[in-house]
């Protein structure tokens, strides 16, 4: 016996079995069937079968498939109650509460903001928006001028705070409308909200925070939907673009969208929006940049940054250098060699001593770099998958070349100044305010931050769930067509539909961390900073994937031809039995509260039997001669049955009545219900045991039994 995959099998007592024993298994489980379905037809109630009786001539068009047991006709699942919802959500809440609470103890011990040595100050000199930096864009220096009205930094660290709970609340509330389930979403969830570098990366003048935000906002924005409307396509235009101006990286980014967008299929326009979008604001930055340093462009300094990346595994002895370019050659033996910020910014660094002009120096730094990658590619790949891979291992360990970690660590009062975090504070106004550590909270927080990271083998399992749920295929054929076959070849339409979107969403978030890792490991330097992104990535890509995981293992499960004791179909060739007040009291007695759940049940379905009724309106037509000699062909075997078969019949109907006995009272009533369900179990007995012959190699044409109400699109008919 085949049943769904989402619910349980009919039961097999053998007094039900009413189907001829000489067919084989197939054909006499629809009888079983149809027997449970007439059961359900008196269980239903007086308005169902006075619904019925009031239009004979339109059965088939007037009944849907009705939603019993919490299952509408497409597989899915009816509403939760109120109660249901908040106990769903209880996870999540208590994430989120704990993020809460973290965040408000890191602004309470640490006063006003964590700045770095370096990059906080430039960024804070350059809140003015005099001209464009030739190393950093705008982006973030914009919002620090935003935020200067407050005039205290405490302010800046509170609204990044807050920017922090925020994504954590859109990638849950994406992965919920996206049907993940709860539980799994709020761990999706729970990186970004508990993660203590994350904390510590919040609390510090530095642009990864917005960064993170606008990206988020994007990719929420896209992907809520299963076609993303014009102002969405806009709007994530607008973001990515204020991205790529606090991080050039985000253009890159863009560039994976845009790829998204050709296969996903979102069509001409929208894609056309999203580029204009996007374009406009970073044309409008690049000819600002162009009027301040010559050329259009968001940033500058690619050169050095290069140089400082493949300075450490560069052997000049193998290269083919100009003579100008031999003094950027390191007099240090390859393996003592220091990293690459060294390289970039140390006085000692030898690109301080190229000669010629800014841009003659900027050539032959490039040319250093295109030599190396050309002639050490394998060094420079091994260098570069080994750094992406480190990102991978347990303990957040570090080499002689990385940046030190416990830069990224909660503090104390006195950090050695190789850190770049002890320095003193640089404010608004160009004062330097009193930096304030409240013990013990400030302690407990270091504690916490020695184990309350995201270990690295779980971001790779996270990204080997989204691989595995990228390459596995799915069920790739429809199931046939039966009695149930046509809403199962719905269910499949729509699952596969489904899937292939999960796909590529999942390929855009993997994808789009991976860049986050590579990119700085091939430019700049392997630094545990450039990982918090692949907070907000890999999470809410594996809890995707798993879902994908799900819908493949339900359709790989789903038989050819679905039954199932919660959905039912009525047959629309099979006579049904005519309700009577006799049936209408019996049924008031067994289901005081039938009325009810029918009248719920058809206001969730109207727009499904109306589709339906469609559509069997306009197959009526071409087919009408098909379904008339099929009618008359079942009414036949009917007659013959009703003549040929009567005592089992009459063992049929005592059977029934004895089923029902424990909730139907005995009389003159119940004895002319259970007569009328067994008269409709003996007919689609019949009705199922001349398709069954048919399939058998019969020259009698099959009769798709329900089939024009289930399956919503046109079919081609065999004919003989």
Not at 5 to 34: G, I, M
Not at 505 to 510: G, K, M, P, R, T
Request: proline share 8%.
């Amino acid at each position: 016996m085949v049943t769904s995959p989402d619910r349980p099998a009919p039961r097999t007592d053998p007094t039900h079995q009413t189907a001829d024993p000489t067919l084989p298994h197939e054909a006499a489980e629809p009888a079983h069937e149809a027997s449970e379905a007439s059961r359900r037809h008196l269980a239903v109630g007086p308005a169902h079968g006075a619904h019925e009786a009031a239009e004979p001539g339109h059965e088939a068009a007037s009944v849907a498939p009705v939603r019993l047991g919490g299952v509408d006709a497409a597989g899915g699942e009816t509403r939760p109650s109120h109660g249901r919802r908040l106990v769903r959500h209880l996870p999540f809440a208590v994430l989120f509460a704990a993020g809460v609470v973290l965040r408000t103890l890191v602004a309470y011990a640490y006063r006003p903001a964590f700045e770095f040595n370096g990059d906080s100050y430039v960024y804070l000199r350059l809140s003015t928006l005099r001209s464009p930096d030739p190393m950093r864009p705008a982006g973030y220096p914009a919002f620090l001028r935003l935020m200067s009205h407050t005039g205290d930094l405490w302010w800046v660290t509170v609204v990044q705070h807050g920017a922090g709970l925020a994504i954590g609340v859109a990638l849950y509330t994406l992965l919920v409308h996206r049907r993940v389930a709860a539980p799994i979403a709020a761990l999706a969830a729970a990186p970004v909200l508990l993660d203590a570098y994350e904390l510590v990366l919040e609390h510090y003048v530095m642009a990864e925070s917005l960064y993170l935000a606008l990206l988020v906002g994007a990719l929420v924005a896209l992907l809520w939907s299963p076609r993303p409307a014009l102002w969405t396509c806009g709007l994530a235009g607008l973001l990515l673009a204020g991205a790529g101006l606090v991080r050039t990286i985000g253009v890159g980014v863009a560039v994976l969208v845009l790829g998204w967008l050709l296969l996903r299929r979102v069509g001409w326009l929208r894609l056309g929006t999203f580029v204009v979008a996007l374009a406009v604001p970073l044309a409008g930055y690049a000819t600002w940049f162009h009027s301040a340093h010559g050329t259009y462009s968001l940033t500058g300094g690619d050169a050095v940054w290069m140089y400082g990346r493949v300075a450490p595994i560069a052997e000049c002895d193998k290269l083919h250098l100009p003579v100008q370019a031999l003094v950027l050659c390191s007099p240090h033996p390859v393996a003592e060699r220091p990293d690459p910020s060294f390289y970039v910014w140390s006085g000692s660094s030898p690109h301080w001593r190229l000669p010629g002009t800014p841009d003659e120096q900027e050539a032959l730094m490039r040319e250093f770099t295109h030599q190396v990658i050309r002639y050490q590619f394998v060094d420079y790949t091994r260098m570069v998958a080994g750094e992406v891979l480190h990102y991978f291992r347990p303990g957040h360990p570090v080499g002689h070349r990385d940046w030190p970690i416990e830069t990224w660590r909660f503090p104390t009062a006195d950090e050695p100044r190789y850190l770049h975090n002890a320095e003193p504070l640089l404010g608004f106004d160009g004062q330097h305010p009193t930096r304030t550590i409240r013990e013990p909270i400030a302690g407990h927080l270091r504690g916490y931050g020695r184990y309350g990271y995201t270990p690295g083998p779980l971001l790779a399992g996270l990204l080997a769930l989204a691989v595995l749920a990228i390459v596995i295929p799915g069920r790739r054929r429809a199931p046939r067509l039966g009695s149930r076959g046509g809403s199962a070849r719905r269910r499949f339409r729509v699952r596969t539909v489904e899937q292939a979107r999960l796909r590529a969403d999942i390929a855009l978030l993997a994808a789009t961390g991976l860049a986050f890792l590579a990119v700085p490991a091939a430019t700049v330097c392997f630094d545990y900073r450039y990982m918090l992104p692949v907070l907000v990535l890999f999470p809410p890509a594996a809890a995707l994937g798993a879902r994908r995981l799900t819908l493949v293992h339900r359709s790989r499960r789903a038989p050819d031809e679905i039954t199932s004791t919660d959905l039912w179909a009525p047959d629309p060739l099979t006579p049904r039995p005519t309700s009577t007040s006799t049936d209408v009291d019996t049924a008031t007695e067994i289901q005081p509260d039938a009325d009810h759940r029918l009248e719920a049940n058809h206001r969730v379905d109207a727009d499904r039997r109306a589709e339906a009724d469609h559509h069997m309106e306009a197959d009526r037509r071409p087919g009408a001669d098909h379904r008339a000699d099929a009618k008359r062909h079942v009414k036949r075997h009917v007659e013959v049955d009703h003549r040929a078969d009567a005592d089992g019949r009459a063992d049929a109907d005592g059977r029934s009545g004895a089923e029902m006995r424990p909730t139907v009272p005995s009389g003159p009533a119940a004895t002319a219900s259970t007569g009328s369900a067994g008269a409709s179990a003996s007919a689609s007995a019949v009705g199922e045991s001349a398709v069954g012959a048919d399939d058998a190699g019969f020259d009698t044409a099959p009769v798709r039994l329900g089939d024009h109400l289930d399956d919503v699109g046109p079919r081609r008919r065999r004919r003989r």
